[in-house]
């Protein structure tokens, strides 16, 4: 709805435009239909009657209905010269805009419901697809199927056999009636069944265990890729790790000697153990200690025990917190902590499987040498002298062997067999980058031997 004024001869005219409405309310109405799956009655909109249900283009032809009351009120506000209708036809567009901007709003509102109504409706249909899975159903509808009719046929093969037991005797007493033998042999036949029938009543059900039956193969159905879901699993596998990680500290602790009461202490008691073969006893003892502890931890006991301080880890800000661009940030830190860890993991397979693969031939070499002379000890020498030799080097490897090469990393890089052994192994993309290399080498190779030649032909050529 516009206002235009004409100032002609002193006399303020003011001239009202009105613009169709009709595209607001097709509108509303295509959106009534998407969110009530249906048309809804003219009582609803008190507009309608106004409009007719056309399109957007046909709407400008059809606004001709009403235009007696526009006449008049551009009569009104022509009998009024003085312009005191300025004031109400102001309040009117200002009651017109709101109506319109409330239009508006009810237009997005419909739209967003309807968008949610559809994200839901489509959540609810996965579930319900993935709660029911039908051939699941009838896998197992099959199988109870077979089971039935595997039980039907063993019913009657036992009433089969009890007819075939139980007719025969009437023709033996008819033929020797008054023979003893006979009626031992009925006897006999009858506790026979009565036997086996007991039997299979009690054992049936442990025989039927024992029967030999196809493997069902079961597909896992894999997870969709989530952010969230990758989080929480390394989150998970950091937790599950925190033990191991924390009893390969303490070991490393001990033999570090970070703790020189603890470590002499321990030192001295393993040392006395090997002395005497208590090895193996004492470790079962501390097995054994460690669940009972953990028993008492689980009880609400508040124990702690740890040589190396325990690092008190950052705290993680909540998910609702969280920004956009740092959820982004959490999700890349998790993707490069993923990578790092599946990279280590895959270098230490690598070594092992190029260690007994006789990759490279040294290494496997110490190796393959190091296992005979072990078989050969182990047939000729006895097992309470092997033991006895193994925990004394094991003990002193550890407390003492270790400690100077971990101090002295010269003398580790020269004398330590294991380190040295591991750190020469290759993993498959150093084995890629070297046969690259002596490939490039061996195609460079020729070209300079030709040169080598011509030169040393073209040197004699000019001594002659």
Known sequence: MKLCYDLRAGVAIRHVKVKPRCAVLTMLKRLD??????????????????SPPASDNECSDDMQLKPRAAFRETE??????????????????????????????????????????????QEELRKLREETNVDSLRQELERERSKRIDLEQK?????????????????RKQQSP??????????????SSRLQKWLYERFGVYIEDFRFQPEESTVETEEPLSAKRLTENMRRLKRG???VTNFLRNLSALSNWHSVYTSAIAFIIYMNAAWHGWAIPMFLFLAILRLSLNYLIARGW??????????SEPMEPPKEDLTVSEKFQLVLDVAQKAQNLFGKMADVLEKIKNLFMWVQPES???????????????????????GFMIGLYAGIKFFI??????????????YDTPYIVWNSLPTDPQLKERTNATLSRRVREPKHKHKRIHFNCFFSQLLR
């Open 33 to 50: 239909k998407i969110r009530f799956r249906g048309p809804r009655t003219r009582d609803d909109f008190p507009d309608l009657a106004e």
């Open 76 to 121: 009104d506000l022509l009998r009024d010269p003085a312009g005191s209708g300025s004031p109400t036809m102001a309040a009117a567009i200002q009651e017109f805009q709101r109506s319109e901007s409330d239009r508006l709003n009810e237009v997005k509102g419909h739209l967003e419901i309807a968008l949610l109504e559809k994200h839901f409706l």
């Open 155 to 171: 019913m009657n093969e036992v009433l089969k056999t009890r007819l075939e037991d139980s007719p025969p005797q009437p023709p």
């Open 178 to 191: 008054s023979s003893n033998g006979t009626a031992d042999k009925q006897q006999k036949e009858v506790w």
């Open 241 to 243: 790790a925190r033990p």
């Open 302 to 311: 508040r124990i702690q025990w740890s040589i190396v301080p325990e690092v």
């Open 364 to 386: 496997t070499r110490k190796l393959y040498i190091c296992l005979w002379v072990a078989f050969i000890s182990s047939c000729v020498l006895p097992y309470k002298l092997m």
């Open 401 to 414: 062997i270790d400690f100077v090469f971990k101090s002295c990393p010269k003398l580790r890089d020269k």
